[in-house]
């Protein structure tokens, strides 16, 4: 089970101190807003695989929009690992 | 790289290589051009057309051919170094150009704004040349397209650290100019030889793939674009100018389809293979040729007829995704 605050912690890792200063990180928050390039979402979705030595179903992965979307994502795969 | 971030890496890749080439033509005209600078070019030409070549076009976008991880990351990072964008999203947009190519989708198309008469035709042509690349808008959704490489750690760490690759390009080759004439003068003409002049030839070779390969030459297959082979940019686009023949059969190692086609790309992949160092090398041979030589005639070929795009990697059955069942 990972939470928000994981999420939250590689998304920083991430962006390396370039997340906008007035973004509030919760479920609702949209992947797009957060500013990341296509690159960087996909770096977050394959280190949350690596790490938690899951595969997601790519397709569904790409649908995920918001970072309530990638939590359940994660957690669905995991709870049925 | 955000939108601004790219939007200055393609200006200045664009501008730097062109000013490069202008101050090596000042040398060459003060003769100032030694051996060792004509050497670094071609080693670092070989290295850099490889990369994109043999590493992100056949063994990462189409998976022509497996190979040991050690190579996999040389030929990758060799393609990082040709600067053409970081393996995920050159492989990315080259899926998708495949899956719509010369239709509405394609990212370098030379028909994408189709406008009548030779001023249309120069604009088509220099948007499927560099112009594409200037699109900030432009991304080709690499989950979608290529989760395969996004699951190598090793081509992730390549694409977010792409930019050092592209210096190395260029520092290498001064490195090598250093060791070959022992002067901070020979470093400097090394670096702009092998790594500007070098970036300005070898990627225009490319672009002229996308952009004289859709437009000029022979059509030997009746495919559902304007693919072209382009015999006079085969040799020093190790290959890929056989185009027409490429887009026939994507995932074939060989783009060349008759012993007079060189394709140096494909006898690297060959002589790899009889070293043990390639596996599941994808050969089409005559007689598969022919047959979809035939259907295609039947469905009349170019970029009007029918076509049904395959599904981006991702939305594939499991199967496919990861074999190598989809010949095509």
Same mark, same amino acid.
């Not at chain 2, 490195?175 to 070898?202: D, Y």
């Given at each position: ?12 890792? @991430? ?10 990180? &919760?479920?609702? *928050?949209?992947? +797009?807003? !957060?500013? #990341? ?13 690596? @790490? ?10 790409? &649908?995920?929009? *918001?970072?309530? +979307?990638? !939590?359940? #994502? ?8 | ?328």
């Amino acid at each position: 089970m990972i939470t928000i605050e994981t999420l939250s912690d590689l998304i920083r890792r @991430e962006m390396r101190g370039k997340l906008p200063a007035d973004v509030q990180i &919760d479920e609702t *928050t949209r992947l +797009d807003e !957060l500013g #990341l390039s296509s690159l960087q979402v996909s770096e977050i979705v394959f280190t949350l695989e690596d @790490e938690h030595g899951v595969e997601f179903d790519p397709a569904k992965a790409a &649908d995920a929009q *918001t970072l309530g +979307d990638l !939590l359940a #994502l994660t957690n669905e795969v995991l709870e049925v690992g | 790289m955000d939108g601004r971030e790219h939007y200055t890496f393609i200006l200045l890749s664009a501008l730097l290589p062109l000013f490069g080439v202008a101050a090596a033509v000042v040398l060459l005209w003060n003769q100032l051009v030694g051996p060792a600078d004509l050497v670094i070019f071609a080693i670092m030409y070989v290295i850099a057309g490889l990369g994109v070549s043999t590493g992100y076009h056949r063994l990462l976008a189409h998976r022509s051919f497996r190979t040991t991880r050690p190579l996999r990351i040389f030929f990758t990072a060799a393609g990082a170094m040709a600067g053409q964008g970081p393996p995920v999203i050159w492989v990315a947009h080259h899926r998708r150009h495949h899956r719509v190519a010369d239709k509405p989708g394609d990212p370098h198309s030379p028909y994408h704004d189709e406008e009548p008469g030779l001023k249309g035709a120069l604009k088509g042509l220099w948007h499927a040349h560099m112009g594409w690349l200037f699109d900030r808008g432009l991304s080709s959704d690499p989950m979608r397209y290529c989760p395969d490489i996004l699951r190598d750690k090793d081509m992730r760490f390549i694409s977010k650290h792409f930019v050092w690759f592209v210096t190395a390009g260029v520092v290498l080759p001064g490195v090598l100019g250093f060791a070959f004439t022992g002067t901070l003068f020979g470093a400097f003409t090394g670096a702009l030889w092998g790594g500007l002049v070098r970036f300005f030839f070898a990627n225009h070779i490319t672009y002229a793939v996308n952009s004289i390969g859709h437009y000029f030459g022979r059509r030997r297959f009746a495919t559902p674009d304007e693919s072209r082979n382009v015999g006079w940019l085969a040799l020093f686009s190790f290959g890929e100018a056989w185009h027409n023949n490429h887009h026939a059969f994507p995932r074939s190692a060989s783009h060349g389809m008759r012993w007079y086609e060189i394709d140096i790309s494909a006898m690297v992949i060959g002589g790899l293979e009889k070293l043990g160092l390639a596996t599941n090398v994808i050969r089409i041979d005559r007689e598969r040729q022919e047959q979809k030589a035939v259907a295609w005639e039947k469905l009349g070929g170019g970029r009007h007829a029918r076509a049904t795009p395959d599904k981006p990697l991702a939305h594939r059955p499991r199967a496919a995704a990861v074999g190598i069942v989809d010949v095509e």
